[in-house]
């Protein structure tokens, strides 16, 4: 395998056949250059991606990550799989390195909120939720921080949609004009163009999904009285976020006769803040 690009000291983006591949090496950014050719046995881990979509989210997320946290992932993934009798595709790997920074992200500024569906969760997919648990367990005694059981609800998910069968071709196209249509309505309002290869972005778009399918699906649950607090403290911090949540409200209520929640009105204001700051700043 011949390395295309070394990414940091652990990590590097090797040619396979005909593939690109990322590869797990302690070290690999002192010990080879690029154009090397690295031999199987130096490699720890290996994420092999079917689609160059993700390529540069992926790259960036990889080259910015604590190479322990990518074991801890490993660790998680190898648990799910044991418990939930899957083999997990490298996406899952890829897309729970990046939700555990967001996650530790949200930690330093205290943002949690209580999830609406964590009862439908522990009722329908009680053994993915038991995995979602023992994420969480695993992340709090590695990081040393202390997490809400909700925050386990979100892993969760990650493990759901593995197994889920795929939409109907006529939600899937609801579902891609909706997110089409609010992130022009986010574009419009900030007077920006979002980065489609950014992190952010990415993940962003991420939530939108589950938003959107849960739309789709009449899936929109009542608020916990305890979320107030946190809406009122996010929509002063980001009040421009605040405002495009609201007409993003008013398209929801057009297209779906649905009225979103205050837990969805905030999940929306942190991504959406998240997603444009950069932006306004330039």
């Known amino acids: 395998m ?3 690009q070394i990414l940091n000291n652990n990590v590097a983006l090797v040619k396979r056949g005909g593939c690109e591949v990322f590869v797990v090496s302690k070290g690999i950014g002192f010990r080879r250059k690029k154009g090397e050719q690295v031999p199987e046995h130096e490699i720890e881990k290996m ?14 997320l990889l ?23 899957i083999i997990a595709s490298d996406y899952l790997s890829l897309t729970l390195l990046d939700h555990l920074e ?17 009862w439908d969760i522990k009722r329908f997919y009680p053994k993915h939720f038991e995995v979602g648990l023992k994420a969480l367990q695993m992340i709090t005694e590695q990081k040393g921080i202390e997490l809400p059981e909700d925050e386990a609800v979100s892993l969760t998910l990650h493990f759901v949609n593995m197994e889920e ?37 990415m993940r962003f778009t991420t939530h939108l999904q589950y938003f959107v399918q849960r739309i789709i699906r009449g899936e ?7 979320s107030l607090d946190l809406y009122k403290q996010v929509s002063q911090l980001y009040s421009e976020s605040f405002k495009a949540v609201q007409k993003i409200k008013v398209y929801i209520k057009s297209q779906f006769k649905t009225v979103i929640t205050v837990n969805e009105e905030t999940y929306l204001m942190l991504h959406i ?4 700051e950069r932006l306004e700043e330039k």
């Open 2 to 4: 011949k390395i295309s």
């Open 47 to 60: 994420y092999i991606l079917d689609s160059y979509d993700m390529l540069d989210h992926f790259s960036y």
């Open 63 to 85: 080259s910015h990550s604590d190479p322990n946290d990518i074991i801890l992932i490993d660790n998680i993934i190898s648990y799910s799989e044991s418990e939930l009798g």
């Open 102 to 118: 967001f996650l530790l992200k949200r930690v330093e500024k205290n943002q949690f909120i209580k999830s609406p569906l964590i």
């Open 165 to 201: 069968s795929r939409e109907t071709k006529e939600d899937r196209i609801k579902e891609m004009r909706a997110l089409s249509d609010i992130v022009s309505i986010i574009e419009l309002h900030f007077q920006v163009k979002l980065d489609e290869r950014s992190t952010n972005y």
């Open 220 to 226: 929109i649950h009542e608020d916990e009285k305890e």
């Open 273 to 276: 803040n998240r997603v444009t």
